[in-house]
């Protein structure tokens, strides 16, 4: 890549560092269990909330597992609204639809039951509630959100978008397809309940896509240069957690102990990332989730080995770091020895759950040149990757993802 186009995305990205230390990332409440809910609603009525509108995931909604939230809701004699016309990719409409019905009942605060999607349309439409003349697309890009949104609890029924912890939310023009992110530290939840119970019927598919998500988000950050201390500790307590539980959870989903503490490892690798950014997995990943409706956490999985091995020797120390943390490797290996475990560590969790190497055929030779393109958009120059990569090697990696092009 040219020098001074590198050079730029560096600056770009220092500035952005330095500015982080201004910003408010204060650790919110996080409750847990059936106290955890008693605590929630401790607090809402002594902030004097009467009225919330829960956002609720249709299917989370059809298995009963939020019963317990939404009557101690109600024994606290709050007047609920609910709203359960929740998409996979929330879109604009949906969420100015979702402040519709928010002013029309008189809501005073928002509750998300749900996974990432439903977690983000709620924070859609609390943009949407403080700016009811501006339309929401204006939105899009960074520290946009000037209005604090209505009070907003997180209670996330899927472990690994970490939304539950974070300033973005994803939404999709339906207009013009594109998919696009709101960051604002205004948006990271209020308030966040952990409720493992809610996951115990989560299909391994899902608790597979979802998992693998979680960790992009931790190595991801924790490989980037954008680091405070904060940022390091949250993304090793992610990795380790989700190195101990997750092919567990995977396993039986109904093990709430490993529900809990994938949990706290997707919030951790959530708040890590918040701060501390992701880099071109995701980049790559949104194209083709936006291109291909492919779950993220899916293309995701699929890509993280592959794009870590292409950062090559700069990603090394900081992998050796991360294979350290779980105990992977002899102390006597070297960085690349350690980096290439932990990769090869990432390939075996992913075939323990049915994660393939390569996307089969998914990628269409045409759309090549607009998912790089798109991706390096992205990804240059906000993500402090540890090495910037230009367009032609963005599309070599999604040509080494597929099996079109040959098997890896
Ligand atoms: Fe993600």
Request: aromatic share 10%.
């Amino acid at each position: 890549m040219n020098p001074f186009k590198k050079a730029y995305c560096r600056i770009y990205q220092k500035v952005f560092y330095l500015a982080s230390f201004f910003l408010p990332f204060q650790a919110k409440p996080v409750y847990e269990g059936d106290k955890g809910i008693a605590k929630m609603v401790e607090r809402l009525s002594l902030r004097h909330f009467r009225r919330p509108m829960v956002v609720i995931d249709p299917v989370v909604e059809q298995t009963g597992l939020s019963a317990p939230i939404l009557e101690a809701l109600v024994k606290a004699k709050m007047k609920v609204a609910s709203y359960n016309q929740v998409t996979p990719n929330p879109t604009l409409d949906g969420a100015l639809e979702l402040a519709y019905e928010y002013e029309k009942k008189c809501c005073d605060c928002l509750i998300a039951i749900g996974g990432g999607s439903t977690i983000d349309l709620a924070k859609a439409a609390g943009i949407a509630i403080v700016y009811p003349k501006k339309p929401l697309a204006k939105f899009k890009g960074v520290l946009k959100v000037h209005r604090r949104i209505p009070y907003f609890v997180a209670i996330p029924s899927t472990a690994g978008t970490g939304s539950e912890a974070t300033l973005a939310a994803v939404v999709v023009d339906a207009k013009t397809k594109d998919k696009f992110q709101i960051d604002d530290p205004k948006l990271i939840p209020d308030m966040v309940l952990m409720y493992p119970h809610l996951l115990s019927q989560l299909p391994p598919k899902v608790v597979a896509a979802t998992g693998m998500d979680a960790l992009t988000h931790a190595v991801e950050a924790y490989i980037g240069h954008s680091n405070v201390f904060s940022t390091r500790r949250d993304a090793l307590k992610a990795v380790t957690m989700i190195h101990a539980s997750l092919l567990d959870f995977y396993a039986r989903p109904s093990d709430e102990n490993k529900a809990r503490e994938m949990l706290f490892a997707s919030y951790y690798a959530g708040r890590a990332f918040t701060r501390a950014y992701v880099g071109y997995v995701h980049a790559l990943a949104h194209g083709l989730g936006g291109l291909y409706n492919v779950p993220h956490g899916y293309a995701n999985a699929v890509l993280l080995p592959i794009v870590l091995k292409a950062y090559g020797k700069k990603a090394w120390r900081k992998l050796a770091h991360l294979a350290d943390a779980i105990a992977l490797t002899p102390s006597d290996y070297n960085d690349q020895e350690k980096a290439a475990s932990f990769i090869a560590h990432i390939e075996k969790m992913n075939a323990a759950m049915g994660l393939p190497r390569q996307f089969d055929h998914l990628i269409q030779e045409g759309d090549l040149d607009l998912l790089s393109t798109r991706a390096e958009k992205e990804g240059n120059p906000l993500y402090p990757v540890p090495r910037i990569m230009s367009r032609q090697e963005l599309k070599t990696l999604l040509k080494r993802s597929d099996v079109t092009w040959g098997v890896r």
